[in-house]
């Protein structure tokens, strides 16, 4: 299987700060990279697909970069209805894996 | 727009079978050609993927649960249903259905609400 990591585990940010979440994959995985928000209670929602396509319906300070093993889901301003958990999700080889998630809390 | 909607019981006796149904409405399953899989996620924990079935039958199921898993689709009622037998305390989790994005992509959106199955006598 692939693994799927995630830094930080949490980060605490102002509103308007700019966030930045780091994948990793144990293997290359081109870009078959997805990013997930999910908050209390609430399925995931999908924000980012293909590394860096937007899922429609997502505000645009979400963006994803990145190819390989190495990626990225950057918040360029961060918003009070930000806060929840990320997970990324490889989507190239079964059984498909998501990574352990990155909680987002506002300050 | 697509919704789906998980139903089942939500608690389960040890060795017996959990058994769950998803429902998809505001598009056919007939005429799309999208993945339909289940995921789970223990209380507290992360995501894992269960399995898929395809629109025209084929599945993959994660190695871990192969052996007790089966997923199956009935297209006429719109509906993809999972079974999982000999169930421990270990498969209590919330269970959610979802569609992949595309056809060529394995990742998921949209999502069902998520049923919580508690395994317990």
């Known amino acids: 299987d692939i693994q799927m990591t995630q830094s930080p585990s949490s980060v605490s940010a102002s509103v308007g700060d700019r966030v930045s979440i780091t994948c990793r994959a144990s293997q290359g995985i081109s870009t078959w990279l997805a990013w997930y928000q999910q908050k209390p209670g609430k399925a995931p929602k999908l924000l980012i697909y293909a590394a860096s396509s937007m899922q429609s319906g997502v505000p645009s300070r979400f963006s994803g970069s990145g190819s390989g093993t190495d990626f990225t889901l950057t918040i360029s301003s961060l918003q009070p209805e930000d806060f929840g958990t990320y997970y990324c999700?490889?989507?190239?080889?079964?059984?498909?894996?998501f990574g352990p998630g990155t909680k987002v809390d506002i300050k | 727009q697509v919704q789906l909607q998980v139903s089942g019981p939500g608690l389960v006796k040890p060795s017996q079978t959990l058994s769950l149904t998803c429902t998809v409405s505001?598009?056919?399953?007939?005429?799309?050609?999208?993945?339909w899989s289940w995921i789970r996620q223990n209380p507290g924990k992360g995501l894992e993927w269960i399995g898929y079935i395809s629109y025209s039958g084929t599945t993959y199921y994660n190695p871990s649960l192969n052996s007790r898993l089966n997923i199956s689709i009935e297209r006429s009622k719109d509906q993809f249903s999972l079974k999982l037998s000999s169930v421990t305390a270990a498969d209590t989790a919330v269970y959610y259905c979802?569609?992949?994005?595309?056809?060529?992509?394995?990742?998921?959106?949209?999502w069902g609400q998520g049923t919580l199955v508690t395994v317990s006598s």
């Open positions: 999700q490889q989507a190239v080889s079964f059984p498909f894996t």
């Open positions: 505001g598009d056919s399953m007939s005429r799309s050609f999208y993945y």
């Open positions: 979802a569609r992949s994005v595309t056809s060529a992509d394995n990742c998921f959106a949209p």
